[in-house]
């Protein structure tokens, strides 16, 4: 089966480093995603990676190793509205997406 | 911001009752999906389509179904609500011309069975 891990929860203090975790398997690959949803809202694009190495966009930077179906998402200079779950996703090779079940990120003072 | 909107966002209905929960776009996108989400799980995808008159159902269909008469606009219906419809039901968009193939969502409808 298809399956996407990533921790359940972490807790990061403001203005420190952050970095989530993802591993994948899926059936093909088509690209691997990143989203952030705050509490009680829609999700919202982060990145998107389909060849191995880093995209970096301003505070948030994502890895992608496909060889062994990993992925993280480094949060710099962490602040308060970070506080948010982040998503990983992975489109398979029938270019539909699998989702990760979020991992809840606590920003403390 | 993307244009992407849903109505109603909350509702409370009782056991028995047809809705319709209502997804529309001003983003000329072909593609459109909705998913179900409840707390801290993965969404998972209903129906989707390909653009007008196309639809397919998803891994979880949920005894839902869709309708795509206008690009725009891409409602979902439940016949029957049950108390396991009760979740948070998010309507997406996408650009098959992005490279990276972002999905736009709305802001979502969440639902209540009693």
């Known amino acids: 089966g298809q399956n996407i891990d990533q921790p359940t929860e972490m807790t990061a203090t403001e203005g420190a480093i952050v970095q989530i975790n993802c591993t994948y398997q899926t059936s093909g690959f088509n690209g691997l995603f990143w989203y952030q949803q705050h509490a009680g809202e829609a999700p919202t694009f982060l990145s998107y990676?389909?060849l191995d190495g880093l995209e970096e966009k301003g505070r948030f930077s994502s890895f992608l190793s496909r060889s062994k179906g990993y992925s993280y998402l480094l949060l710099k200079e962490l602040q308060m509205k970070d506080s948010a779950s982040y998503l990983c996703?992975?489109?398979?090779?029938?270019?539909?997406?699998?989702w990760g079940a979020g991992t809840k990120l606590i920003i403390k003072p | 911001e993307a244009d992407i909107y849903q109505t109603p966002r909350y509702l409370v209905i009782g056991t028995g009752k047809k809705i319709t929960l209502e997804c529309s776009q001003t983003?000329?996108?072909?593609?459109m999906y909705w998913y179900q989400q409840d707390p801290g799980m993965e969404l998972h995808l209903i129906h989707y389509s390909y653009g007008v008159n196309s639809t397919e159902k998803g891994d979880l269909s949920s005894e839902s179904t869709v309708s795509r008469i206008r690009t725009e606009h891409f409602p979902l219906t439940l016949e029957s609500a049950r108390p396991s419809h009760t979740s948070q039901y998010l309507c997406a968009s996408s650009d098959p011309g992005l490279d990276t193939g972002e999905l736009f969502f709305g802001e979502g409808s969440r639902l209540t069975v009693l």
């Open positions: 996703a992975v489109m398979d090779s029938n270019y539909q997406l699998i």
């Open positions: 990676n389909v």
């Open positions: 983003m000329g996108h072909d593609k």
